[in-house]
């Protein structure tokens, strides 16, 4: 037996803990049932809203492409070797500007690159056509294109705005614009055009630069219509797709990029990629020619010194073989003359080094080609100079492609600053002692041609000055042809530049990324589900009485014997009674269900009930008054005793005016007799089978009348003559007179009532069952109002009078029965299993 009996407690205690899993997903089917029209609008709403988004919105697509950034072969590591430091007629002056993948990505992302881009494409123009719902942007088939002078273009500051429409086969053309004075003094003017055209093309003066209009031929101007033109600088629109645009490296181990673009017109977005490659292989190619146009300024600079040098020379030799009639002079001494011809050749030659080193000097101590470029590969024999100024030239080439996108404060250019300085200041001492060993050398050199020069004084002065003469010339030609042998391979060089940037594929159009239909549809139809389930929530949250069935589960676990719905003045007798014999309504049936569900309740020999409450105005006297005819209508003996003696409405239920006879008459006394009792007794009125026990004079000290041994002998006395006794008494939450009166009670009916009780209030209940302070309890939940839905908890009775099924019974969340909270006809009670209701302790079952 006690096996089976722990096997039993065991089996409800899962199937309560299966139930209460349950509860949720219960109260949410609920939720969306009772509450489908705000769900459904809700959907409604939101995949409306999603539909006009997806109308409205312009859909962005995406294009990328693939561009192989050629390495510098004459680089190792990234880091050139002093041999190569050097540009030799290998290199055909061809200077490299790859300073890693990681520089060039930042330089295809420069705002500067697309700016140049822009420019190129004139992108800086965008062009809408009105629309009915709205304007679509086009591009390459706007019927009138519009453009900017280009000096005004780079200064512009504010966008440009027209309307362009064709009426009665006139353009009408308006827009607004805002200059913006040089003078920081003068405010902005925001001006207005409006103009009417015959014909295009036409220009238009404006404070801003000169509009041009000229129309297209493959597309006519729609007559409906009207064409939207917005103007922005170049800075401003290739800003905007340098923050379109993304770089990334496909692999570390290669020099490929890709280049990802997103914009509203895919056209658009090619065209920008295939020129953007354009634009950087012209930037790179002006970075590698720099050096070499700069040398080929300065050799064409010493070109025409040299050439003005040897015609005077020239000249000069004719003079005097006019004027000495000279026509063909022998030498004197050949071996005298050819000394002299070696050191006249190397004195020349150090003349020449020394004429270099000033000329290179002069052309740094210019302002305006500081942090520029040195001429190389002029002749000059000192390899420190050279290699120092080879160095020199690199980092400027580096400077200048890092200042396209930066400050020259910035961190990226301040060392390349610092080093141009040093290295100037290296050449200048390098050049200075390469000057001072040439005078050195010079200096030997001169001595010696002086001693061969004095050998020669005994030729006769027409030989020595045609020689020296001849040996000028000499010089000067030899100078002036390999400085024409260095212009040509400099021009070589510049011609045979190749690219840098080589795209591998045509740029694609990867396909719209923006908005995503279905990603959109989908947010909005859980948005529009979510919405009203946040709602019912947040409501539901901010609730702090009870509202039903449903609460009260979620607050106890407490059995739930009934839920009394609110009372019609039409089923009421008296002024509280609405349980009447021979009837068949909905209080009747609520009545009959709670009364069963008590006798469940109850064990043999037991048959004193006590109905309390937290507060006062919860429904106790209501509740115990109806439920006292019920138990008589089966025609069993009942006694209601009104316990709260503090505040009695027994007396004003029945409609009695007795005010004296009651139970503190009986209390007062030490020992009641039966006799006493019957004394007291009233008939109700309402059921031959139903006496009352009022409460009586309300007497002073209420707490210690309960407290008297009278009241237990009363119940036993009471007990011999009624099968049922019912004891209205005082709210528990708000004195302890009903803690004292629950040492005679069987079972405890705990009141409460839809939209009146707070739901604080059930911590209370529950430290009352725990402590076992009130004995058996249970719950009534009183004032449901069976016409409304509220969050979720929904009563409905449906026509008494047609009867089909009849009202459903079962289990309460808890494994205990009681009435369900949700009513439909009635008629025939349904089944009870084992696991009924039973006393707290004890799950026997009551047969």
């Not at 000192?382 to 160095?391: H, V």
């Not at 020069?453 to 030989?463: C, D, I, M, V």
């Not at 106790?620 to 209508?633: E, G, P, Q, R, Y």
Request: glycine share 6%; with cysteine; hydrophobic share 35%.
């Amino acid at each position: 037996m006690e096996e089976n009996k722990n096997a039993g407690l065991y089996n409800v205690q899962q199937e309560n803990e299966t139930e209460k899993s349950s509860f949720d997903i219960r109260t949410l089917y609920t939720m969306v049932v009772l509450n489908w029209k705000w769900f459904v609008l809700s959907l409604v709403v939101c995949l409306s809203l999603a539909v006009i988004y997806l109308k409205f919105t312009t859909p962005i697509y995406q294009a990328n492409v693939k561009l192989l950034i050629k390495e510098d072969q004459n680089n190792s590591n990234g880091r050139s070797s002093g041999k190569s430091q050097l540009l030799t007629s290998t290199t055909l002056g061809i200077m490299s500007n790859s300073a890693g993948i990681d520089n060039e990505m930042v330089i295809l992302g420069s705002t500067a690159l697309a700016s140049e881009t822009v420019k190129d494409l004139k992108l800086y123009v965008n062009y809408w056509i009105s629309g009915r719902v709205k304007n679509h942007i086009i591009y390459r088939t706007q019927p009138v294109s519009v453009d900017l002078d280009g000096n005004s273009l780079d200064n512009l500051k504010m966008p440009i705005k027209l309307t362009i429409k064709l009426e009665n086969g006139k353009y009408h053309i308006t827009g607004t614009y805002v200059y913006v004075p040089s003078d920081p003094d003068k405010l902005p003017e925001k001006l207005k055009i409006d103009r009417t055209v015959a014909r295009l093309p036409f220009t238009l003066n404006t404070k801003v630069g000169v509009l041009s209009f000229k129309a297209n031929p493959l597309y006519a101007m729609p007559t409906d219509r009207s064409l939207k033109v917005l103007i922005v600088s170049p800075k401003m629109a290739g800003a905007a797709y340098a923050n379109s645009m993304s770089i990334s490296q496909t692999s570390k181990t290669t020099t490929i990029a890709e280049l990802v673009i997103k914009d509203a017109v895919p056209m658009r977005a090619v065209d920008y990629l295939r020129q953007l490659s354009v634009c950087y292989n012209r930037q790179a190619n002006e970075d590698k020619n720099e050096i070499a146009m700069r040398t080929e300024q300065f050799i064409n600079t010493r070109l025409e010194k040299i050439n003005n040098e040897l015609g005077a020379t020239e000249g000069n030799l004719e003079s005097t073989k006019r004027r000495y009639n000279i026509v063909d002079p022998k030498l004197n001494s050949a071996q005298t003359l050819a000394n002299s011809d070696s050191y006249t050749q190397k004195l020349a030659e150090m003349n020449l080094q020394l004429e270099l080193l000033r000329s290179i000097n002069e052309y740094m101590n210019e302002p305006a080609n500081k942090y520029q470029t040195l001429p190389t590969n002029v002749g000059l024999n000192d390899p420190t100079s050279s290699a120092l100024i080879n160095k020199y030239n690199e980092i400027v080439m580096e400077r200048n492609r890092l200042l396209r996108s930066a400050s020259e404060t910035s961190p990226s250019v301040t060392p390349l600053t610092a080093q141009l300085d040093d290295l100037t200041n290296s050449i200048r001492r390098a050049m200075s002692q390469a000057q001072r060993n040439a005078d050195i050398q010079r200096n030997s050199i001169l001595q010696q041609y002086n001693t061969y020069a004095g050998q020669l004084s005994s030729t006769p002065e027409q030989e020595r000055i045609l020689t020296q003469i001849g040996r000028q010339q000499e010089v000067k030609s030899g100078l002036y042809l390999m400085l024409l042998q260095k212009r040509e391979e400099n021009s070589i060089s510049l011609a045979a530049t190749a690219d840098k940037g080589k795209l591998i594929d045509d740029p694609l159009v990867m396909g719209k990324i923006s908005p995503k239909s279905s990603v959109i549809m989908l947010m909005a139809f859980v948005l529009g589900l979510a919405l009203p389930v946040g709602v019912l929530f947040l409501i539901n949250f901010f609730r702090y009485k009870i509202e039903g069935h449903d609460d009260v589960e979620t607050l106890t676990n407490l059995p739930i014997i009934g839920d009394v719905a609110i009372a019609s003045e039409e089923v009421k007798s008296k002024a509280g009674i609405v349980v009447h014999e021979n009837t068949n309504n909905i209080m009747e049936e609520i009545f009959r269900s709670l009364r069963t569900n008590i006798q469940f309740m109850l064990k043999d020999n037991q048959k004193v009930i006590m109905t309390t409450s937290t507060t006062s105005g919860e429904g106790k006297t209501f509740i115990t008054s109806n439920l006292a005819v019920s138990f008589a209508l089966l025609g069993k003996k009942v006694v209601l005793i009104g316990l709260d003696i503090r505040k009695p409405r027994l007396a004003q239920l029945f409609e009695l005016k007795d005010r004296k006879h009651g139970i503190t008459n009986l209390l007062v006394h030490g020992n009641p007799t039966k006799e006493d009792i019957r004394e007291q007794i009233v008939k109700s009125g309402v059921n031959d089978n139903l006496d009352l026990l009022m409460a009586g004079p309300i007497p002073p000290n209420p707490t210690e009348l309960v407290s008297r041994p009278a009241l237990p002998q009363i119940i036993e006395l009471l007990k011999e003559d009624y099968d049922y006794i019912l004891m209205d008494t005082a709210p528990a939450g708000l004195v302890t007179d009903t803690m004292q009166i629950g040492r005679c009670a069987d079972m405890t009916v705990y009141m409460c009532r839809a939209d009146y009780t707070a739901k604080a209030s059930f911590e209370l209940i529950n430290t009352f069952d725990k402590q076992n302070k009130l004995p058996n309890m249970c719950i009534v939940i009183n004032g449901i109002d069976m016409s409304k839905k509220k969050y979720g908890y929904y009563y409905g009775y449906g026509k008494y009078g047609k009867y089909g099924k009849y009202g459903k019974y079962g289990r309460s969340n808890n494994g205990r029965y009681g009435y369900t909270s949700t009513y439909g006809s009635y008629g025939t009670y349904g089944s009870y299993t084992s696991s009924g209701y039973g006393n707290k302790n004890d799950n026997s079952i009551k047969k």
